[in-house]
T-cell receptor, first 114, second 113 residues
Framework: KAGVTQTPRYLIKTRGQQVTLSCSPI?????VSWYQQTPGQGLQFLFE?????QRNKGNFPGRFSGRQFSNSRSEMNVSTLELGDSALYLC???WGQGGSDTQYFGPGTRLTVL | KQEVTQIPAALSVPEGENLVLNCSFT??????LQWFRQDPGKGLTSLLL?????REQTSGRLNASLDKSSGRSTLYIAASQPGDSATYLC????????????FGDGTTLTVKP
């Protein structure tokens, strides 16, 4: 079974631009969560999607948004990029909703904002 | 608000040694606790998941325990190898807002040959 895939793996953007990251969960998994990882803040929860609906949201500004498609693939978008948005963005998939299942993470997208 | 702490932040041991990594959390109303390893610049690899009703889980040389009442978990690594060198993270899912995992800052382990 293929693991969680994320594209692109690396991105370089400039301040003020916007970016879209993509995540394909493990086949059969319907829950996708997104996390931001930085050296200073560690891993911070962004949001969780299940069956195309956002179920949980972390404490990030409205510039961070996401969506999930009917095939469970998910995208996250960051508008008006700031230098502080430079981070490793990780997505995780699990089978169901509710938190009882193992989370499997993708390799991440490394975003650099100049 | 759930807070997760991992001590020590870094650990260096000689090859072959048995070792214990610690994870503590403030809210004992959890769904489960999951241990991960992360290699530099890479994603997270799941090691063990312990449900709130369980006391421990084992996989190969790894054993994770959970004491929900005291808010603690330990990851025991037997007969450590240089390939075990990585950052180990624990993550807790609380019963409120169960879709969110709260992570510790990790313990960076170095196993010297």
């Amino acid at each position: 079974k293929a693991g969680v895939t994320q594209t692109p793996r690396y991105l370089i953007k400039t301040r003020g631009q916007q970016v879209t990251l993509s995540c394909s969960p493990i086949s059969g998994h319907r829950s996708v969560s997104w996390y931001q990882q930085t050296p200073g803040q560690g891993l911070q929860f962004l949001f969780e999607y299940f069956s195309e609906t956002q179920r949980n949201k972390g404490n990030f500004p409205g510039r961070f948004s996401g969506r999930q498609f009917s095939n469970s693939r998910s995208e996250m978008n960051v508008s008006t990029l700031e230098l502080g948005d430079s981070a490793l963005y990780l997505c995780a998939s699990s089978w169901g909703q509710g938190g009882s299942d193992t989370q499997y993470f993708g390799p991440g997208t490394r975003l650099t904002v100049l | 608000k759930q807070e997760v702490t991992q001590i020590p932040a870094a650990l260096s041991v000689p090859e072959g040694e048995n070792l214990v990594l610690n994870c503590s959390f403030t809210d004992s109303a959890i769904y489960n606790l999951q241990w991960f390893r992360q290699d530099p610049g890479k994603g997270l690899t799941s090691l063990l998941l312990i449900q709130s009703s369980q006391r421990e889980q084992t996989s190969g040389r790894l054993n994770a325990s959970l004491d929900k009442s005291s808010g603690r978990s330990t990851l025991y690594i037997a007969a450590s190898q240089p390939g075990d060198s990585a950052t180990y993270l624990c993550a807790v899912r609380a019963r409120t807002n169960a879709g969110k995992s709260t992570f510790g800052d990790g313990t960076t382990l170095t196993v010297k040959p």
